[in-house]
């Protein structure tokens, strides 16, 4: 079996920087007159066997492919370096022993939490917030199925350990304003129907009437705001809107 690929200047953003985006790719820089390259190699090569497919190894000779070196300011070899999402996200420089390796390695894998939210079921959320409670990748879509039950308080019960979250942060605010405030139902029911730009201009719009409630309106927006991602279109307007509306 084949584990590491030899990668060159010609192939390097195809098999490294594109395949990150699917898994973790381990990139070693080497050169074959470097003893601490060769005693590093079948190490790296055994504990990306061990996981399996999870991670892929690519090796580029410095000597054959100097852009490369240069480009991702190889000094010392072996230099190893981890891409993600097309990015690069953890390196080394030096041999290491197989523990060091290893711990890095698992570092670059998704944890058992972040493979419960990727399956999305009530179920597996409740899994991941028992080993995360303040996680709010799994905490808001598992409100968002209470609250769709009916069950508010439970919903407001699994975001309280959440902090630092304005996804979490405006569905809180959200669920006090129910309660009191129907008039937002409207908007709410818009949201929750995919109609992102009706419900945000319907917030928007309450905000000038809204007194007491406009702290909870703006968290609400900018959660919504949050969840649409900062490069969206509908994102980047609603901003604008929002900050000519409070200001």
């Known amino acids: 079996m084949i584990v590491a690929m030899d990668v060159t200047e010609a192939n390097f953003d195809a098999s490294v920087i594109e395949r990150s985006h699917e898994l973790p790719v381990v990139v070693d820089f080497w050169a074959s007159w470097c003893g601490p390259c060769l005693r590093l190699g079948p190490v790296l090569e055994k504990a990306v066997e061990a996981r399996k497919g999870k991670v892929e190894l690519a090796k580029v000779d ?19 370096k981890a891409f993600k999402d097309g990015k690069l996200v953890a390196e080394f420089t ?19 939490a972040d493979e419960l939210v990727g399956h999305g079921d009530e179920v597996s959320l409740r899994r991941a917030l028992e080993l995360e409670p ?5 905490a808001v879509p598992l409100a968002r199925l209470l609250h769709a039950r009916g069950e508010r308080e439970q919903a407001l019960a699994i975001l309280e350990p959440v902090r630092g979250s304005f996804a979490a942060d405006g569905f809180k605010s959200r669920l006090a304003l129910e309660g009191e405030h ?36 703006r968290r609400v927006i900018v959660g919504a705001l949050d969840e649409l991602g900062a490069e969206h279109p509908l994102a980047r307007e609603t901003r604008r809107k929002l900050a000519a509306a409070l200001y």
Do not use: H
């Open 134 to 138: 303040s996680r709010a990748d799994a």
């Open 62 to 80: 410095v000597d054959a492919n100097p852009s490369l070196a240069n480009a991702f300011r190889v000094q010392g070899i072996p230099a190893v």
């Open 182 to 217: 129907p008039e937002l139902a409207e908007a709410f029911a818009a949201l929750d129907s995919g109609d992102q730009q009706r419900g945000l201009d319907l917030l928007l719009a309450a905000l000038q009437s809204a007194d007491g409630a406009r702290d909870d309106l």
């Open 94 to 112: 030096g041999a290491q022993p197989p523990a060091a390796v290893e711990k890095f390695l698992d570092e670059l894998l998704p944890s058992e």
